[in-house]
Every structure is written in structure tokens, then in C-alpha cells.
């Protein structure tokens, strides 16, 4: 088909592309009849999608008052569903007009609406049907039956497949649509995930993972030996140094098998403490691994306290060049036990240190006794990044029965649950973690629940989730990533 240029048009001429009739206007408009729609087709669609219109009836005529660019038809007419009008009108031959169902129709049957650029209007009831595809097209907690592709409320449904897109069939057997890190069937095309997101292990994330087993931790235990610990405690209870060597033997005793334990001890380089020095760091006896128990009992039992101040500092120092925590891929902590303050160098700048390099390193701080500074082990559990919501941020431990609890505390957050994630979520505000059936919450305080670890791309959990996973009765743990928002 060619459309006359104005410049060349001497005279009105009517163009017919079979049934729609375009008339080419110079200086006078030709004396167009009233329009009326007999039919339209196609009668159904969905929202967004771009569809073929023909139009059916009499005085359907076009006026175009110059060419047309690509055979755009901007403003000679337009075509409205319920008010709402279709997008991108391109002519077709054939009579047909190219269009785009708007995504602001609501889901169900529309009046057709035709204006044409000269005034004239032409109606048609019940003309299309817009379909839904998902939840997400209805309204008021209506969900998309996929037998019929109409919004319902009320759907019964014996599966997830049975609800349509974007939604899922809640416990009570009816459908309900659904959200980001909602329940899914991995097993039917129609998951019941929203628009972007992807099923796994039953639930809807942009990525997601199934665990069987959890990261092993790294825990370093920087024990001070200082002449202080040579103090008795009350009640016969024994030298702060025999309480704080068998703490560490009972936490061995619950946790040897969920975390690569490893032992430093300061000041002093030997066991003995013939060799050290003021100021100097002290030496790392056991390298973490697996089933250490038995040599840091050992070096325990024939260590000795010594004379040489209590280099907290340096001896952080150390730990931020040693190698094994740098090479360990999952969770790394330092489990600092003092009962007084760092004598020369600031701790606290060398624990903040720790956290800065490659693997990063946390550190639990542990008071034991009246003597310990609580600035220093304050500034300590802050900068490790394990301070606890209470007062005091650290653990202050003034005998037996507490410091125990307190490395029973440490030992259940550091190595019980800890997962790394198989990537990076697009949207770490959106990440949804599961236990069985269970949606756990996130917990900044560490309670009960769960909290990312941004820095190790981990997921650690807290609480009675971590039990339940950890005596197995608790069947699997699920993390779903939810989609970013564009």
C-alpha cells in the first residue's frame, strides 16, 4: 500500500486497506460516515501482550492527513479497553491494526472503545476478554485459576500447581497468592513463584540453596597466661589459671567435633615460658584442625603461667598474620581469655585489624575476673564484631560455673550452625531462610533466628533452629534469595 505525499495530493483521496478505509486529506477533510464496530478480533488476550486487531463493520474510515512513519498511527485513531487505552498502534495490511493489550486493564470482559482523530466515535460491548496470568493481574487476594485463566476467590486446590502463577495453596486448601520466598512446586511448570523468582527445594527466591551439612568453623582460643592468673578464687575453687585450662577443656569436650579448634597462648613462646619477652607476642601451640582435642589438652597440662606482662595487643597482632585463618573457607573467630589489661599496645585497633583483612576474623572477648578492663574487652567485643545486645558487651566471668557458661554461649554461636551460600544474593534485605516447613526470622540480636555475615557471604543461625538441626530433628535448612527491586 502507498499513501500520497501532501505536497502532491491535488485532491481528497480515500485509501481502502480492506475493511478500514484511510483517507488522505490535503486542505479539506473528506465528509466521513458515522463509524460503527461490528466485531473485533482476536477476543481474548493478556495484559502486556502485543496482539493483531481486526476490526468488522461500516464507516471505519481513517483520515491521515500526511505519511505515515513506519506505519505508526499516532493520533489519527485510538482503541481503549475499559478505559484503558491500547499502546503502540501500528497499521497492518489486511485491515489489521497492531496493538498492545495496556497492563493497567483489568482482568475480565471489556467494552471497545474506537475514537478517530476527526471526532468520531464507535463503541463495541463485551468486545474483549483480558485473561490473567498470574496472582499478580488480580486483585483483593484473588488468585489466577489456571483452568480458566480468570481471577477467583476462594480457589480450592490440592498442590501448588493447582493455584496458578504467583501463588500457592496454603494449608487450609485454598489458593492464596503469592510472595518473595514463598512456598513452590518444583515439579509443575506453573510454580507459583512470582514474576522473576525461581523454585527451589520448595520455595521461591531469584537463586536459592538445599543444605545437608553446615561450614566448619575456625576458632583460634588466645589464652592469657599472665602472672595474674596465678590468683586464687574463692571457695578453694583453685588458681584462675587450673579454672580458665579446664573451661577450655569442657568447651573442647561439647564442641571439638563442630569447629577446628586451635590454641595460642601469652605471653611466652614454650610451654614453660623460658623463652618470650615483654611486649612480644606469644605462640601458637596448636594449629587449628579438626580433632584437636587431645593435643591442646596436652599442651595445656604442661603449660605454665608467666612473668611477662600480658601483650594482649601484640599478640592480636600476631593473629592477623597467621596464615591457617587466612587459609580456613568457612567462619574464623579468635576466643580471647583475659583477667586484665593489655600492657602495651592497643587491642582494640588490633582486633578492629582482624576484621579488615581477606577471610575475616571476629573476636569473642572473655573477662575472667575482677581485674579485667572492661573498656579494653568492651572496645574488643565491638571491633570483633560479637558484641552482645546486654551489659556488658563482652562475657564477664568471675568463677568457675560462669566462665564455663560463657564459653558454652560462644562455643553454640560459633560452631554450631554456620552456612555458606553457593552466591552472593542480589538482595541481602531479600533472603528468606527455612527449617522443615519452618520460616525462621532474622534475629540481629542473636537470640533466635538467623543474620547474614556479609563479609563471609554466610548464614548463621541462632537459637532453637540451630538445635533442632543440630540433633537432626529438623529435616533440612532452605535459603532463598529474594529477587532485587529494579
Known amino acids: 500500500m502507498s499513501i500520497q505525499d501532501e505536497t502532491t495530493c ?19 477533510p473528506p465528509n466521513l460516515p458515522s463509524p460503527e464496530i461490528g466485531s473485533m478480533v482476536p477476543r481474548e488476550g493478556a495484559r502486556g501482550s502485543r496482539i493483531p486487531v481486526t476490526l468488522e463493520g461500516s464507516g471505519l ?11 505508526v498511527l499516532d493520533g489519527e485513531i485510538s482503541l481503549s479497553l475499559g478505559g484503558s487505552e491500547l499502546e503502540d498502534l501500528v497499521l497492518v495490511d489486511e485491515g489489521q491494526i497492531d496493538a ?16 478517530f482523530g476527526d471526532g468520531r466515535e464507535a463503541r463495541l460491548d463485551d468486545a474483549f476478554f483480558v485473561r490473567c496470568t498470574s496472582s ?36 487450609d486448601g485454598i489458593c492464596a497468592p503469592n510472595v518473595s520466598g514463598g512456598e513452590c512446586d518444583e515439579s509443575n511448570d506453573r510454580n507459583g513463584c512470582i514474576l522473576g523468582e525461581q523454585c527451589t527445594a520448595g520455595y521461591c527466591g531469584c537463586g536459592g540453596d538445599l543444605f545437608g551439612i553446615r561450614v566448619t568453623p575456625t576458632i583460634l582460643i588466645v589464652l592469657d597466661r599472665s602472672s595474674s592468673m596465678n590468683q586464687q578464687l574463692p571457695a578453694g575453687a583453685g588458681t584462675k589459671w587450673d579454672v580458665a585450662r579446664q573451661a577450655v577443656t569442657d568447651l573442647l569436650g561439647t564442641f571439638g567435633g563442630d569447629a577446628n579448634f586451635g590454641l595460642m597462648l601469652y605471653p611466652g613462646l614454650n610451654e614453660t615460658c623460658s623463652t618470650g ?30 612473668n611477662m606482662g600480658t601483650p594482649t595487643a601484640e599478640s592480636l597482632e600476631f593473629v592477623a598474620s597467621y596464615a591457617p585463618l587466612q587459609a580456613a573457607t568457612g567462619s574464623n573467630y579468635v576466643l580471647l581469655i583475659t583477667d586484665g589489661q593489655s600492657s602495651c599496645d592497643d587491642p582494640v585497633a588490633a582486633t578492629a585489624a582482624l576484621r579488615t583483612l581477606p577471610q575475616d576474623v571476629r573476636t569473642f572477648a572473655v573477662g575472667f575476673g575482677s581485674g579485667a578492663d572492661t573498656g579494653q574487652l568492651t572496645g574488643i567485643a565491638n571491633a570483633g564484631g560479637t558484641a552482645q545486645s546486654g551489659d556488658p558487651a563482652y562475657y564477664q566471668a568471675d568463677d568457675a560455673a560462669q566462665l564455663a557458661a560463657a ?4 562455643g553454640s554461636e560459633a560452631a554450631s550452625c554456620t552456612y555458606a551460600l553457593s552466591g552472593v544474593p542480589p538482595d541481602p534485605e531479600q533472603l528468606f ?4 516447613e519452618q520460616s525462621l526470622p532474622r534475629d540481629p540480636a ?15 543461625l541462632y537459637g532453637p533452629a540451630c538445635d533442632d538441626l543440630q540433633s537432626g530433628q529438623a529435616p533440612e535448612l532452605v535459603i532463598s534469595y529474594g529477587c532485587a527491586d529494579d
Request: charged share 15%; proline share 6%; hydrophobic share 45%.
Open 10 to 28: 491535488r485532491a481528497p483521496t480515500l485509501l481502502w486497506v480492506a475493511p478500514i478505509l484511510l483517507a488522505l486529506a490535503c486542505s479539506e
Open 100 to 115: 498492545v493489550v495496556p497492563e493497567t486493564a483489568l482482568v475480565g470482559h471489556h467494552e471497545l472503545t474506537v475514537t
Open 433 to 436: 531462610v527455612y527449617v522443615g
Open 136 to 171: 499478580a493481574d488480580c486483585l483483593d487476594g484473588a488468585v489466577c485459576d489456571p483452568t480458566q485463566d480468570v481471577c477467583a476467590i476462594d480457589l480450592p486446590c490440592a498442590e501448588h500447581g493447582d493455584c496458578g502463577g504467583a501463588a500457592y495453596c496454603a494449608d
Open 446 to 460: 542473636h537470640q533466635n533466628g538467623w543474620d547474614y555475615v556479609p563479609a563471609n557471604n554466610q548464614i548463621q
Open 61 to 71: 474510515h481513517i483520515a491521515i492527513e500526511s505519511s505515515l512513519s513506519d506505519n
Open 277 to 306: 619477652m615483654l611486649c612480644g607476642p606469644g605462640g601458637v601451640f596448636v594449629d587449628p584442625a579438626a580433632n584437636t582435642e587431645a593435643g591442646i589438652n596436652a599442651v595445656l597440662s604442661g603449660a605454665s603461667t608467666c
Open 407 to 410: 564459653l558454652a554461649a560462644i
